[in-house]
């Protein structure tokens, strides 16, 4: 009788699920569904959009589809850092499957114009990419991907297969499966049984950072050309192996709003992307508008955002002969809140979501000569301009092999072919240089890579408005023209395998060893050795060895007879600090250098970094991320995240470094400014960036000054154009030149006295009144590549990017710019790095 009871419980209970959202809520019923495909409820425990899918749920969905469908095949393309698998489904008809690594390579093929114009488009299926939420706490998507995929695995009928025989889809559920599970638990653990629908109810409001990122806190939507991110190299990594027709990002938006999908606004896309490409993409978007018609669902598209960046999952595709369609769903936060429009609830959300994935289906199935024979086309019309180009290779180069390297890196990550430099031309050394060849299949990709430019039809972007990577990593670089070109200037093919290796040269010393600090990882290097309690110096002059070799300013001193340890275990961890590090190290026989010998006062006693950063509310996740992944990735050196609101309880004399990231939350610690002050005095060394400089400021902790931001004039405008004038003077991201002082431990191991920096704020700090005090300083005309207002172009120039304060025998040092950004800034990483380990040394008298 008690299992009898039980039983129908359980049955009452999932009656009452099914009930809340069905799943005919969202499926078509057009047509019958086969039985023996499990639905989403019948693995997962409940109906979709009755509660937020955890990303664990999901892939257990996932591969039991696979297991049960022959038209679905499952694999695991990588894990995310917290170990969570990310997924690519194939979805086609068991025939296709049956030959899918066939239709893979001459789908390929679309991509060589030697081999394209052989291929019967006619007999060919299109490819298609469904991506969905790589905003963790844009949920709609994820959850309305298992919708999708039970739609074609267990839809029957003539319509259907016809479809799967003449598309494969390429279907990824979660693109950030750490942030998607996050926010999943959030929303999950504050659902009320009796739904709560005020927003402002904790289930709608996050606890920092939020579910939106990833594991170290970034946009991954950012990442797609960067590719810095563990997951987005898996990611990108299938893109290319199929090199889909279509790429569909799903994302939500604001509570208040309806749905938006591409074009987005037509001025604002990038000019490299072919008209065609933005044509075909108002022609998928009439796809969208009947399907979301016929279930009554409002929608706009072309009035907000823009296809300029091509880091962004939804223009990424677009330089490469594919359509990227962004889609942006008002979302509930939750599972059901009120806006503007009545209550929104999740099941909603997700049927969009689902509705658009069935519209890209019949779009791509309709469309799919005209898709297959753009990707052809575009192709052929690329290899016909990199042969008329102007640029006919491109050659970059680097002091530091190892920035080198990463850079090289990114670019194979693409399949743009780099090679070695083979000989010495225009002025670039072959053995610290690269090769790229613009007649190439990615010759499109490699153009916007390197492309400048300063000149916009308009003056508003949904992101940054520029990205060349040479001027990222601060690479010497140049276009070669026919003239300047030829093959013989082409040497051995990069291999990411021959990762530059550091050596100690000259062997084991019973004197000295000198390390150079102009490799990305002598950082990485030292913190090593400092860490095995080796004492360590740095030098404030040039050393001159015996052989003649300059050694620069910045160069690390390591004695023998001074360390605990003795010379063959000294040896052993020099041997061990340099493994996979293209750092050098100099056996010194004597200190009898020329320069200054050894024991000269112009060297630096060192000590170890013991570093803290904030974190927490009112503190920029990103900013804050980006130093963590910085610290944690590359230099594997261990940093305490300290949560804004324990600051009061925290001894900061654990620490000699507090690093303080963007953000508007600090106001919330001017209580405990004497706690800092006292710290400070006592020898600490403070890194503020952006806002934090500016609080610091405000506190009176430093005698930086920030320009005041008001209109020189007020006039009259017209009320429509408020927007587009307010946005014309935020500069969203552009690139800008600075000037450094070499001699200056900021810029220790850094060989060119300017450099470009990016720079996303209109925060602009006054230059000290001490000269020395400003090390980083804006040119007279800054702007490199991007968009910056003729105001702000005349507020920046010549304004300080970096400012040294002192506070007793502490240091703060003030960055107006995030020299972090988004990972792939290589170029400016070394000021936060040299302000760790070098800060200390700053004298007092070059400090406001």
Excluded: C
Aim: glycine share 6%.
């Amino acid at each position: 009788m008690k299992s009898i009871l039980l039983s129908f419980i359980l049955l009452l209970s999932q009656a009452i699920a099914n009930a809340q959202t069905p799943l005919n809520y969202y499926l078509p019923d057009s047509i019958s569904y086969n039985p023996s495909i499990p639905t989403p409820a019948s693995v997962i425990g409940h109906e979709v959009g009755e509660w937020h899918v955890t990303h664990d749920k999901l892939v257990y969905y996932m591969q039991t589809l696979a297991a049960s469908s022959d038209r679905v095949q499952i694999i695991e393309t990588g894990k995310t850092y917290e170990g969570r698998p990310q997924l690519l489904l194939t979805i086609t008809h068991p025939d296709n499957q049956n030959n899918i690594e066939q239709i893979k390579r001459e789908h390929k093929k679309l991509t060589n114009p030697n081999e394209s114009s052989a291929l019967d488009i006619q007999n060919m299926p299109s490819v298609v990419w469904m991506g969905f939420s790589i905003h963790g706490n844009e949920p709609s998507g994820s959850n309305a991907s298992m919708l999708t995929a039970y739609y074609l695995a267990a839809g029957q009928g003539a319509d259907i297969e016809d479809k799967l025989k003449n598309v494969v889809i390429l279907l990824d559920p979660a693109f950030n499966p750490d942030g998607l599970n996050r926010f999943a638990t959030w929303v999950n653990m504050h659902k009320s049984e009796n739904p709560v629908t005020d927003p402002n109810d904790r289930e709608f409001n996050e606890a920092w950072p939020g579910g939106r990122t990833n594991h170290y806190w970034f946009d991954m939507n950012r990442d797609w050309l960067p590719a810095q991110l563990q997951e987005s190299q898996n990611r990108v990594k299938q893109f290319h192996a199929w090199k889909p027709n279509i790429l569909t990002d799903h994302h939500e938006m604001g509570t208040n709003s309806s749905f938006f999908f591409q074009p987005g606004i037509p001025e604002r896309t990038h000019p490299i992307t072919p008209q065609k490409n933005q044509d075909l993409t108002g022609k998928i978007g009439q796809y969208h508008a009947k399907y979301l018609d016929a279930i009554g669902s409002m929608y706009y598209s072309k009035e907000s955002f823009d296809d300029f960046y091509y880091g962004k999952g939804s223009t990424f595709p677009d330089v490469q002969g594919a359509i990227g369609i962004l889609f942006e769903q008002a979302s509930s936060r939750g599972h059901a809140q009120e806006s503007v429009n009545g209550i929104l609830e999740f099941p909603f959300t997700i049927k969009n979501q689902f509705t658009t994935s069935l519209s890209t289906l019949q779009a791509a199935y309709e469309m799919r000569e005209e898709l297959l024979d753009f990707q052809r086309e575009f192709y052929q019309n690329a290899s016909q301009s990199a042969v008329n180009a102007t640029e006919q290779a491109w050659l970059v180069s680097d002091h530091d092999l190892s920035k080198l390297y990463q850079f090289a890196e990114m670019l194979n990550r693409h399949e743009i072919e780099v090679y070695q430099l083979a000989k010495n031309s225009n002025g670039f050394e072959a053995e610290k240089s690269l090769i790229i060849p613009a007649n190439q299949y990615q010759s499109q990709l490699i153009k916007a890579i390197f492309d400048v430019r300063t000149s916009f039809t308009d003056s508003l972007f949904y992101d940054v408005s520029a990205f060349n990577m040479g001027m990222a990593f601060n690479l010497d670089y140049k276009g070669l023209d026919k003239k300047a070109f030829n093959s013989s200037l082409i040497g051995e093919k990069f291999d990411p395998l021959q990762k530059p290796q550091g050596s100690i040269i000259g062997g084991k010393s019973e004197y000295a060893y000198l390390m150079e600090w102009n490799d990305f990882y002598a950082p990485k290097v030292l913190h090593i050795i400092q860490k095995e309690g080796i004492k360590t110096q740095v030098s404030t002059k040039e050393i001159v060895m015996k052989d003649g070799k300059t050694l620069p300013i910045g160069t690390i001193l390591i004695t023998v007879k001074q360390q605990e340890k003795p010379s063959d275990q000294l040896y052993r961890i020099l041997e061990q600090a340099i493994v996979n590090s293209g750092v050098n190290l100099y056996a010194v026989k004597s200190g009898n250098t020329g320069g200054i010998n050894l024991g000269s006062p112009s060297f630096e006693h060192l000590k170890q970094p013991k570093i803290a950063m904030l974190i927490g509310d009112g503190i920029s996740p990103y900013d804050a991320g980006e130093i963590w992944f910085l610290m944690d990735q590359h230099y594997e050196i261990p940093m305490t995240k300290i949560d804004i609101n324990n600051f009061n309880r925290v001894d900061l004399n654990r620490y000699n470094v507090l690093i303080l990231p963007h953000g508007w939350g600090y106001g919330s610690i001017g209580s405990q400014k004497s706690k800092i002050q006292q710290w400070l005095q006592s020898g600490g060394t403070i890194i503020a960036y952006k806002n934090a400089a500016k609080w610091l400021s405000d506190q009176k902790l430093t005698k930086v000054k920030f320009a005041e931001n008001k209109p020189d004039s007020i006039g009259y405008e017209a009320y429509e154009d408020l927007s587009n004038n307010r946005g014309a003077q935020v500069i969203g991201g552009a690139i800008f030149e600075v000037e450094l002082d070499l001699s200056h431990p900021i810029a220790y191991g850094l060989k060119k006295s300017k450099m470009p920096i990016f720079r996303n704020s209109t925060l602009f700090m006054e230059k000290s009144k001490n000269a020395y005090a400003n090390p980083v300083r804006y040119t007279k005309s800054p702007l490199m590549s991007g968009y910056i207002s003729k105001e702000n172009a005349a507020k920046l120039s010549e304004t300080s990017a970096v400012s040294i304060s002192k506070v007793g025998s502490g240091k703060v040092i003030s960055f107006t710019d995030n020299t972090n950004f988004r990972a792939f800034w290589y170029g400016t990483k070394r000021l936060m790095m040299n302000s760790i380990f070098f800060g200390q040394t700053i004298s007092g008298s070059a400090a406001e």
